[in-house]
Structure formats: C-alpha cells, structure tokens
C-alpha cells in the first residue's frame, strides 16, 4: 500500500495486520546467538519482550509495542524525516492518549531521536497534527516494506525455504493476518519451522524461531522442535 509523505493515519494497515507481519518476519530470522542480545546491540528485525524492533544499523528504526487490548504504537525515526528540523518545532506527541509509554517517548525526543509517532485504539491510527509544508516524517521510507504485504513477503521468502506444495512467503502471511484477526494461534507450525533458512547462509535455528513466535503471541507456546 501506499504511504503518504508525510504519513497519514489511513496510510497504515490495521494494526493487528502489521503485528503479524513484522512479528513473522522477525521470528524467521531469529537465531540463538542474537535472540538475547539487547535491543541497543541489535539490527534487523527482532522480537522483544517490549514489542517488535526494526533497525538498519544506520538511517532508520522503529518499534511496534502492544499496550493492553486493541492499543497499539508505533514510533520511530528515519533520515528521511524533517519534524526535528521543522520550524517551529513539530510536536509529534500532542493529542497522544494516557496510556503510550511517555517516560520511552519523551526520553527519545529529549535526545532527538524519534521522527513520528503513531497510535491505535479503537480500531483506527492516530498521529499528531502537522504544519501544512512539513516535507516527510519517515513513515514512507521507514516502515514501507511491512505495510505492504508484498514487501513483507519478500522479507518472508528470505527466511523460509520454498517447498513443493506448500505455501509461498505471501499465502503464509495471508494465513497469519487472518489468525490474528481471529484472534487465533498460528497452524501448520512444525512444517514452517521445517523450512527456517538463515538468510545469510549460517546455519538455521528452528528451536529460536519457535520461542520468538511465542513471545510475539503467534503460538499459544513454544513449539518443541
């Protein structure tokens, strides 16, 4: 789907779509040696007992946490973003409700990292209002790949080995979208974890894969491998 720039609210897919398929991206790429490596010495996508993490090492980061039943946010920073050097300052926190995890949101802007914040109840996304001529706020170029389900199939196929008569990347995360909107755990598990691949070529770690699709909450457990 397309994003605006900068986002708009209606821009972002519903925010159980998104936790499923960042959650499963994520999962696929977990290996032992990083799953318990702090978020600060991580890049990638990860999963996090505070919610899902995306970071580049570089220009872009991001995270999605659940905050209690159907609330959510989504908050981050890319290069591409001009609130920090729109004048007059671009409050990207005004209007946002009680319970977004200010002490995180206010200890990231004091050290002028965060681009944008975004936040869903009630079945709709919800930012701050912006200044007419405000450029970009990173949306775009940050979180593009995983509000398109093509782009996160993409990430998926990296992951998963293809297999004859099995799903592809994208029918896989169609599944997942849609059992997550049910509010249903993940099926078929042991033949996915059956097709975990390194991306980089190292060896695979199914067993690390399982534990990040329970703390995602894809599974009602961790699947023994």
């Known amino acids: 789907m397309t994003i605006s720039r900068p986002g708009l609210p209606e821009d972002l897919p519903p925010a159980g779509t998104l936790w499923a398929r960042w959650a499963l991206v994520a999962a696929f790429g977990t290996t032992a040696a990083t799953e318990e490596r702090p978020s600060a010495h991580r890049t990638g996508h990860w999963v996090h007992d505070d919610g899902l993490h995306r970071d ?3 220009c872009t980061w991001w995270v999605l946490s659940r905050r209690g039943e159907g609330r959510y946010v989504l908050y981050g920073e890319d290069e591409s973003s001009t609130t920090r050097w729109h004048r007059p300052p671009v409050d990207v926190l005004a209007g946002g409700p009680a319970w977004l995890p200010w002490d995180e949101l206010n200890d990231r802007l004091s050290g002028d990292e965060l681009g944008c914040v975004y936040w869903y109840e009630e079945g709709a996304w919800a930012r701050a209002p912006y200044p007419d001529g405000l450029d970009d706020d990173g949306l775009d170029c940050g979180m593009s790949e995983l509000t398109d389900r093509a782009g996160a ?29 049910a509010g249903r755990p993940l099926q078929e598990v042991q033949a996915l974890l059956a097709r975990v691949r390194d991306p980089d070529g190292g060896e695979p770690d199914p067993s690390a894969v399982a534990r990040a699709l329970a703390r995602a909450g894809l599974t009602d457990g961790v699947v023994i491998v």
């Open 153 to 181: 199939a993409r990430l998926l196929a990296e992951r998963l080995a293809s297999a004859d008569g099995g799903p592809d990347a994208e029918a896989v995360l169609a599944e997942v979208e849609s059992l997550a909107g």
């Open 56 to 58: 580049d090492g570089g």
